[in-house]
């Protein structure tokens, strides 16, 4: 299987600091992901590193390697949150340590799936003393996802088992699930700095999406728009990237301040910013102490991490191993996603306590002990509403055979729960197709936005194209459902029709002093030519005007009715177009065929305007085209359409 046909895979280092992890990362991928001076000096690593590597069979990997230093958790916990699978590297000398335990337990709670055991520094050992060495981490690993992964022994400094390390990271790296590449753009940047000459550059891995140069991505939680103006991956520069690559974003027109501890790159409109979340919170066995109602606690949500108030919303405290349904009240907004897993720590001293995963990402206040909270809360993480909500959340526009598929529910269950929802006020139905409230409103918005900008960059049009309004709206959003988006926004008053165009309310085409002689000067000349006019290149030559500055002037001509197009090249004057319907409903009116000779010389023009003309009106269906001939079909009354 070729390369480029295998899914990207993440992988992230986890262990104790000084067992080596940075030593095998170098060792496999020729990268020394320390970058810092203090690093270099103090040989330990502080912020993320990064590498890439192939493997074996081909498939590209991005290597994660992340501090082992207590007082770096929340730097591990940034790095580990996008992984795919884990090298938990022991040192052979020292064995497993507390970071090596409090790593796995934030693996345990960032539902981490897969990953190989790493005995590190076997050079340093005796042989014998290994197999008490692997004992002892696989006692440590009893009950977690690594308990059945495999172990490989290898020296970093030796370059002792690193072939089968690698033999074994493509084995385990065959059946990841693969990330959703067609899902909504989500990038949690785990770095940002600015390059001279090109402006800000982002980095993190991109969690779901296929990212492309070009479009236009929202930074959250600011609410700014930037384009992608250049992709690199491991520094290569490229057109697209997936969901399972590390890459670097160069973003036009954004500034380094939009981008605060955990900000998110993401597909406009699509994610909630939020300072409430509703979550499933489980409390490790090994917490010191019960967690209390309102406790404050330290919350890690991807690459964000934030304070948050526990609000228990079934009990007054939380003992240790138990968990419970809950709200996190934040300190400031952050993006998070249904479906996220978090970890908490201790507020003081600070320490790994717990985690747990996001039921609602957007969730309103809620009073405690109350059976209706709770069992919505409930629906959200196992019954069928909850699955019904998750999967039109990644459909974004869906339909009820899609929904089918994604959810496993029987049609007539699917219908119920869809009647419900939309009779709530959680979801809506557009047509055939059935969307999130909250997405709807966006999408409005986000129309009404783009009709503003369209407009403010092209201050001659009388409106936007309903197709150039919807290229910014996912391609699953069927044109039925966006004509009643559109529908919804006239009633408001948010927008208004004129003709097939369609402008805010109080929008009035701009014509500045220069335009308008211009106008004038083109206008005169298809007035003055009438029939015998030139086609519009040679219009535009003969006026000597730029055809770039001069299309907007032909396009408001044409909307203010002056003009008429009858193909890309002819361009009549109204008047000369009325002469020339006027000579045609005339002669039917006494004969019942028409060929184009008797046409160009009815008006006295050329062949080739006479042929536009009679073409133009095949597809009014003012007439219809027989052989070589032209007869009448549903030619105007008054000879004036």
Same mark, same amino acid.
């Given at each position: 299987?070729?390369?480029?046909?295998?899914?990207?895979?993440?992988?992230?280092?986890?262990?104790?600091?000084?067992?080596?992890? *940075?030593?095998?990362?170098?060792?496999?991928? +020729?990268?020394?992901?320390?970058?810092?001076?203090?690093?270099k000096?103090?040989?330990?690593?502080?912020?993320?590193?990064?590498?890439?590597?192939?493997?074996?069979?081909?498939r590209?990997? +991005?290597?994660?390697?992340?501090?082992?230093?207590?007082?770096?958790?929340?730097?591990?916990l940034?790095?580990?949150?996008?992984?795919?699978?884990?090298?938990?590297?022991?040192?052979?000398?020292?064995?497993?340590?507390?970071?090596?335990?409090?790593?796995?337990? %934030?693996?345990?709670?960032?539902? %981490?799936?897969?990953?190989?055991?790493?005995?590190?520094?076997i050079?340093?050992?005796?042989?014998?003393?290994?197999?008490?060495?692997?004992?002892?981490?696989?006692?440590?690993?009893?009950?977690?996802?690594?308990?059945?992964?495999p172990?490989?022994?290898?020296?970093?400094?030796?370059?002792?088992?690193?072939?089968?390390l690698?033999?074994?990271?493509?084995?385990?790296?065959?059946?990841?699930?693969?990330?959703?590449?067609?899902?909504?753009?989500?990038?949690?940047?785990?770095?940002?700095?600015?390059?001279?000459?090109?402006?800000?550059?982002?980095?993190?891995?991109?969690?779901?999406?296929?990212?492309?140069?070009?479009?236009?991505?929202?930074?959250?939680?600011?609410?700014?728009?930037?384009?992608?103006?250049?992709?690199?991956?491991?520094?290569?520069?490229?057109?697209?990237?997936e969901?399972?690559?590390?890459?670097?974003?160069? &973003?036009?027109?954004a500034?380094?301040?939009?981008?605060?501890?955990?900000?998110?790159?993401a597909?406009?409109?699509?994610?909630?910013?939020?300072?409430?979340?509703?979550?499933?919170?489980?409390l490790?066995?090994?917490?010191?102490?019960?967690?209390?109602?309102?406790?404050?606690?330290?919350?890690?949500?991807?690459?964000?991490?934030?304070?948050?108030?526990?609000?228990?919303?079934?009990?007054?405290?939380?003992?240790? +191993?138990?968990s419970?349904?809950?709200? %996190?009240?934040?300190?400031?907004?952050?993006?998070?996603?249904?479906?996220?897993?978090?970890?908490?720590?201790?507020?003081?001293?600070?320490? *790994?306590?717990?985690?747990?995963?996001?039921?609602?990402?957007a969730?309103?206040?809620?009073?405690?002990?109350?059976?209706?909270?709770?069992?919505?809360?409930?629906?959200?993480?196992?019954?069928?509403?909850?699955?019904?909500?998750h999967?039109?959340?990644?459909?974004?526009?869906?339909?009820?055979?899609?929904?089918?598929?994604?959810?496993? &529910?029987?049609?007539?269950?699917?219908?119920?729960?869809?009647?419900?929802?939309?009779?709530? +006020?959680? &979801?809506?139905?557009?047509?055939e197709?059935?969307?999130?409230?909250?997405?709807?409103?966006?999408?409005?918005?986000?129309?009404?936005?783009?009709?503003?900008?369209?407009?403010?960059?092209?201050?001659?049009?009388?409106?936007?194209?309903?197709?150039?309004?919807?290229?910014?709206?996912?391609?699953?959003?069927?044109?039925?459902?966006?004509?009643?988006?559109?529908?919804?926004?006239?009633?408001?008053?948010?927008?208004?029709a004129?003709?097939?165009?369609?402008?805010?309310?109080?929008?009035?085409?701009?014509?500045?002093?220069?335009?308008?002689?211009l106008?004038?000067?083109?206008?005169?000349?298809?007035?003055?030519?009438?029939?015998?006019?030139?086609?519009?290149?040679?219009?535009?030559?003969?006026?000597?005007?730029?055809?770039?500055?001069?299309?907007?002037? %032909?396009?408001?001509?044409?909307?203010?009715?002056?003009?008429?197009?009858?193909?890309?090249?002819?361009?009549?004057?109204?008047?000369?177009?009325?002469?020339?319907?006027?000579?045609?409903?005339? #002669?039917?009116a006494?004969?019942?065929?028409?060929?184009?000779?008797? #046409?160009?010389?009815?008006?006295?023009?050329?062949?080739?305007?006479?042929?536009?003309?009679?073409? #133009?009106?095949?597809?009014?269906? #003012?007439?219809?085209?027989?052989?070589?001939?032209?007869?009448?079909?549903?030619?105007?009354?008054?000879?004036?359409?």
């Amino acid at each position: 299987m070729k390369a480029t046909h295998l899914r990207p895979v993440i992988v992230g280092t986890a262990g104790h600091v000084d067992h080596g992890k *940075t030593s095998l990362i170098q060792a496999l991928t +020729g990268v020394d992901t320390d970058r810092l001076k203090q690093e270099k000096e103090r040989g330990i690593s502080i912020e993320l590193g990064f590498a890439p590597l192939q493997l074996p069979d081909g498939r590209p990997a +991005g290597v994660v390697d992340v501090p082992g230093h207590e007082k770096f958790i929340p730097q591990m916990l940034a790095g580990a949150a996008s992984i795919d699978l884990v090298l938990l590297v022991v040192d052979a000398g020292e064995g497993v340590m507390p970071q090596t335990l409090e790593h796995l337990q %934030i693996l345990q709670l960032l539902e %981490i799936k897969r990953g190989i055991l790493v005995i590190n520094k076997i050079d340093l050992v005796e042989e014998d003393w290994l197999d008490i060495v692997e004992e002892e981490i696989r006692e440590q690993v009893a009950g977690t996802f690594l308990a059945a992964a495999p172990c490989c022994r290898v020296s970093a400094r030796k370059e002792l088992g690193l072939e089968r390390l690698l033999e074994v990271l493509a084995e385990t790296a065959t059946d990841l699930p693969a990330r959703d590449s067609a899902g909504p753009v989500r990038l949690p940047v785990d770095r940002c700095f600015s390059i001279s000459g090109f402006g800000t550059v982002v980095t993190g891995t991109l969690v779901s999406g296929t990212v492309r140069t070009g479009e236009r991505l929202e930074i959250l939680p600011r609410g700014k728009q930037a384009r992608v103006r250049e992709l690199q991956v491991h520094g290569q520069r490229v057109d697209a990237a997936e969901a399972g690559q590390r890459l670097a974003i160069n &973003l036009a027109g954004a500034e380094r301040g939009w981008f605060s501890s955990g900000a998110l790159v993401a597909s406009p409109h699509r994610f909630a910013v939020t300072e409430r979340i509703d979550v499933r919170l489980q409390l490790l066995a090994e917490a010191p102490r019960p967690l209390k109602f309102r406790d404050p606690v330290h919350i890690h949500l991807g690459t964000a991490r934030a304070v948050g108030r526990v609000v228990l919303l079934e009990a007054d405290s939380l003992e240790p +191993g138990n968990s419970t349904l809950a709200q %996190i009240v934040l300190d400031r907004p952050l993006a998070a996603w249904r479906g996220d897993p978090f970890v908490i720590r201790s507020y003081s001293p600070v320490t *790994t306590i717990g985690g747990g995963r996001v039921l609602d990402a957007a969730a309103p206040k809620h009073r405690r002990f109350r059976p209706g909270v709770l069992e919505r809360i409930q629906q959200l993480e196992n019954g069928s509403t909850g699955a019904v909500l998750h999967a039109t959340e990644q459909l974004q526009a869906a339909r009820l055979r899609d929904l089918e598929r994604v959810t496993g &529910l029987s049609r007539e269950m699917l219908q119920q729960n869809l009647t419900d929802l939309t009779a709530n +006020g959680e &979801l809506c139905k557009l047509g055939e197709q059935w969307v999130e409230k909250r997405l709807h409103k966006a999408w409005l918005d986000q129309l009404v936005e783009r009709c503003a900008e369209l407009l403010a960059e092209n201050p001659l049009a009388h409106g936007i194209a309903r197709a150039t309004l919807k290229e910014g709206l996912p391609q699953a959003l069927a044109l039925r459902s966006f004509d009643l988006l559109l529908n919804d926004l006239q009633r408001e008053g948010r927008l208004q029709a004129r003709g097939d165009l369609l402008a805010l309310p109080d929008w009035k085409p701009q014509v500045s002093a220069r335009q308008d002689e211009l106008l004038q000067r083109i206008r005169q000349r298809f007035e003055q030519q009438g029939l015998q006019v030139a086609n519009r290149n040679q219009v535009l030559e003969d006026l000597r005007l730029n055809p770039t500055e001069a299309e907007p002037l %032909i396009t408001y001509l044409l909307d203010e009715g002056e003009l008429v197009k009858l193909n890309s090249e002819n361009l009549l004057a109204k008047a000369a177009y009325r002469q020339a319907l006027s000579s045609l409903c005339e #002669y039917f009116a006494v004969e019942e065929e028409l060929t184009l000779a008797q #046409y160009r010389d009815l008006i006295g023009g050329g062949r080739k305007l006479a042929q536009a003309l009679l073409e #133009y009106f095949d597809a009014c269906k #003012y007439t219809r085209r027989q052989g070589d001939s032209r007869v009448a079909w549903n030619l105007p009354v008054s000879g004036q359409g």
